[in-house]
């Protein structure tokens, strides 16, 4: 971003507040959402890609990719709930106008998550082995594969720490733009290194001429090692790019003082726990599916199903930024209607989006999955994935949006146990009851998944109707 941009947002708090005047909430919530929706379709891009390149190195790769995305959500939610300390804290700073105390929220969040990248990356090299035995056959291709596919990506955590929350920060004052465009980079650089580093070199024909296209040909430890190089190359461009904006100097890393780590962890510790929920009853469901008639095989549909979800939810996940960002500069600026109208505004766009491709998912199923996987088993079971997740994925979309709102307010402990509830007392006990007391097909585990994110769904609607997010004090 160039100074000139950040000039712009630097005088845009009193602006954001009278904006309802002048343009449509509608539109407001379009225009910070849309580069976030772009960038996710990016991503949506490059982890189908992702998918399509590790299932052709075979299913025990497949299965190893998708027993892992268990400690990746782990690790990348915790990182991305710090995140949401920052939005609550810089978005409300940036409302009330308090420039002083926006930059040093910023600031803090920068150095406290630089902080906890490298403990997290010290965890994730003891729980690893751990968590593939518990997934998989220990000592199994799958488990194999699982280990040169995780560690490499352990290098690259604490990087994800450090730019998600200078993504958040950036998106906190209304600049999504940034993130799209430095983000946007590195994900192109994942594709690519993917490709040149998972597979051998190798002659293709194209435009009537042979091409020499040169590889490391290191199978699944390439996809790892893609993403920890460009997740640096984020981290690195991201704080001197911030450093043009109103943020100022985010790379002059501050001792960490305790009264701010508190302020930032009473709202990220709520919002991490959420995601250790998340991921612990994903993990707790992956281990079951190993139960179901599919076994192992089943976790690679999973992984593939997954990718192809990402369609339906990433849309929603930009409009939660938004919602993010938005309610904390309007309660900044003691709007809390305005924060509410925005809320909804941007719950009604994700669901809209959400409708839309759950049509497709029903429709075009067997296609999708046909692209990805070879396998009789894992193509069937992925297609009854989709075609079942995609009967409640508006209401995911509504969970996540109103989850948003919920976390730029500061308020993550209703959330929480919201999570806690539809997470581990629904849906844990059900597929372990279809998967290993009554022996069922994966189908089970499907119908268990999609029927508690609606219950989610629809406690979050009842939570936020409440209003209470509205008094939280940061």
């Not at 308090?98 to 920068?110: C, G, L």
Request: charged share 15%.
């Amino acid at each position: 971003m160039h100074s000139s941009e950040g000039e712009a947002a630097a005088a845009s708090p009193d602006e954001a507040a009278a904006q309802p005047a002048t343009r449509s909430d509608h539109w407001i919530v379009w225009d910070l959402a849309w580069p976030v929706i772009a960038l996710n379709s990016l991503q949506v891009v490059n982890s189908l890609l992702d998918s399509k390149f590790v299932g052709s190195l075979g299913p025990a790769s497949l299965t190893a990719s998708g027993a892992a995305l268990n400690i990746n959500f782990l690790f990348f939610s915790i990182a991305f709930a710090l995140g949401t300390g920052a939005t609550a804290l810089v978005s409300r700073f940036f409302g009330a106008n308090d420039k002083d105390q926006m930059i040093k929220a910023s600031r803090q969040a920068v150095s406290l998550s630089i902080a906890l990248g490298a403990v997290a990356a010290a965890i994730a090299v003891v729980l690893t082995p751990l968590a593939a035995r518990i997934l998989v056959e220990p000592g199994g291709p799958a488990y194999r594969e699982m280990l040169r596919y995780i560690y490499p990506i352990i290098v690259g955590m604490p990087a994800v720490f450090v730019f998600s929350t200078v993504a958040a920060s950036l998106r906190a004052i209304g600049d999504t733009r940034t993130p799209m465009v430095v983000s946007g980079f590195q994900i192109l650089l994942h594709i690519l290194l993917n490709y040149l580093l998972m597979f051998p070199t190798r002659n293709v024909t194209a435009f009537g001429s042979e091409w020499t296209i040169p590889g490391a040909g290191m199978g699944i430890a390439g996809a790892g090692t893609a993403f920890s190089i460009s997740a640096w190359f984020a981290a690195l461009v991201y704080l001197p790019v911030a450093s043009r904006t109103v943020l100022g100097p985010v790379w002059k890393v501050e001792w960490i003082d305790r009264v701010w780590a508190w302020r930032l962890i009473r709202i990220s510790v709520p919002a991490s726990i959420s995601s250790l929920i998340r991921v612990t009853s994903l993990f707790a469901f992956s281990a079951a599916l190993k139960y179901t008639l599919e076994g192992e095989s089943a976790l690679g549909a999973m992984r593939v199903g997954f990718s192809m979800e990402g369609i339906a939810f990433m849309p929603a996940f930009g409009y939660m930024i938004a919602a993010s960002a938005l309610v904390g500069q309007s309660l900044g600026a003691r709007k809390p209607e305005r924060a509410e109208r925005l809320a909804v505004c941007a719950t009604l766009q994700a669901t809209a989006f959400a409708v839309v491709v759950s049509i497709l998912f029903l429709v075009y199923a067997p296609q999708m999955a046909r692209w990805f996987v070879e396998d009789p088993t894992q193509m069937a079971t992925a297609t009854s994935f989709l075609r079942i997740i995609a009967l409640t994925e508006p209401m995911f979309a509504i969970a996540l949006v109103l989850t948003g709102a919920h976390q730029g307010a500061g308020d993550t402990v209703r959330p929480m146990w919201v999570a806690l509830i539809t997470s581990w007392f629904l849906r844990v006990p059900a597929v372990w009851i279809f998967a290993v007391a009554l022996r069922l097909n994966a189908d089970g585990a499907w119908w268990v998944m999609s029927l508690t994110q609606a219950v989610h769904g629809a406690a979050m609607i009842w939570l936020f109707r409440s209003g209470r997010w509205k008094e939280k004090e940061v």
